[in-house]
């Protein structure tokens, strides 16, 4: 690899297609207006597809044609708005009229702020749709992580259990009671994330005088397949130097995430 990344790269290309094997469902205003188990993954970048959904598995009464015609590489479409009731989300949902790309021809777009929720089977899925060539895996180890900001310590662990998530740098994530919460304050920001869930907790440093916003999370209650850093608190190596086993860890241009 070119790039200094020590870590395995996202597989899928921009434009790739593939079949969704899962039951998709969206709901707007308490309302059922998609439901399809013939949906298709559109990696429209390469590090997370969107879903793009055959019209005729969207409730028709829910789309509202707005004359609007665009195009990209994915083909023609007509834009349409999303109205239940009261609830209108202008813009939201995008029909391929016409496309290179065979299979999505007749599908409907739909961005994901534009529904109030989303669904994968029964499990609601936040932010975008999981990557099916994603793998997520939080294990625990031994080695010594050590985590400072211009020199003052913010944490030192030999517990840290290591969050390896496909195509981003790995994440190091040390139990509570090996932080110096003398260097570090709470703050109120939030982020969410498909794999993870949303983070329960943010933290601030401060060295000198000075507060270095937002270093460092939580998640007190992650989905079920990284249980184990429940609770523990990790790092941005964008924004701190972090040493494992005595060696500088070094973040390559790369796309970064919770």
Known sequence: MDDGADFPPAIARTDDVAPVPRRIRGYLAGRLVLDTTAALYVWEWPHYPQYYVPVADVRPDVLVDEGKHLSNRRGSMRVHGLRVGDAQRPGAAKVITQSPITALTGTVRIEWSGLDGWFEEDEQVFVHPRSPYVRVDALRSSRVVRVELNGVPLAETNS????????????????????????????????????????????SAVVDGEVHQDVAWTYDFPTRQVLPIAGLVAFYQEKVTISVDGVAVTMPPARHAR
């Open 160 to 203: 840290p259990v290591l969050l390896f998530e496909t195509g981003l740098p790995t994440r190091y994530y040390v139990p509570r009671t090996d932080l110096r919460l003398e260097n570090l304050v709470p703050s109120e920001s939030v982020s969410e994330c498909p794999y993870k869930g949303t983070t329960s907790g943010y933290y």
